[in-house]
């Protein structure tokens, strides 16, 4: 759904019948499989709880579409912590530096996206995600800002990721 989301985000550039339409096959496309999945993949033949379950989905893909949104909106703090009930099932034990590298790679990815010409996005919206990598904004999260340097050197902790950005090992795709 992180995917969809991020696509939806670029729609919403477009005029308002394009975005819409554009919008609504594109959810109706992730809940036809999702219902295919579960025939065939779950082995759930009753139609009835296919129905109760993609309603459940459908309430967690509009809470997903508002808290994603909020955190576009007011800043990375909160579209952290977005990701983290989300994506991460606001799990207690999840490594932060991962949380921290979604962000980064979903503000890549809009800033992406947003550069992209509009017939870009119709013919190649598949190829989109694989332009961004996650191993970067892993590496982007281990490296101290300018103004935590000072800091960390006085408090003497290296990061191999700034020994590995310092050699060129950041490919410059986000």
Known sequence: MLHMWLLVVRFRCW??????????Q?????????????EIAHDITSRVIR??????????WRGLILAYDEGLAKGDAVLASAVWR???????????????????YMR??????????????????????????????????DVPTASLKPAFDKAGIKSAAVAAAAAGGMSGKA
């Not at 129905?51 to 459908?58: A, C, N, P």
């Not at 550069?115 to 989109?128: G, K, N, T």
């Open 26 to 38: 594109l959810v109706n496309h992730f809940f036809f499989e999702a219902e295919a999945k579960m």
């Open 108 to 141: 890549a990815c809009v800033k992406y996206l947003g550069d992209l010409e509009d017939e870009a996005v119709e013919v190649a919206a598949e190829q989109v995600f694989k332009k961004v990598s996650l191993g970067d904004m892993l590496i982007l999260v």
């Open 86 to 104: 989300n994506l991460f099932k606001a799990r207690e034990d999840v490594d932060m530096r991962a949380v921290a590298a979604v962000v980064g």
């Open 15 to 24: 005029d308002h019948v394009a975005y819409q339409a554009w919008q609504a």
């Open 51 to 60: 129905q109760r379950y993609l309603k459940d989905l459908f309430v967690q």
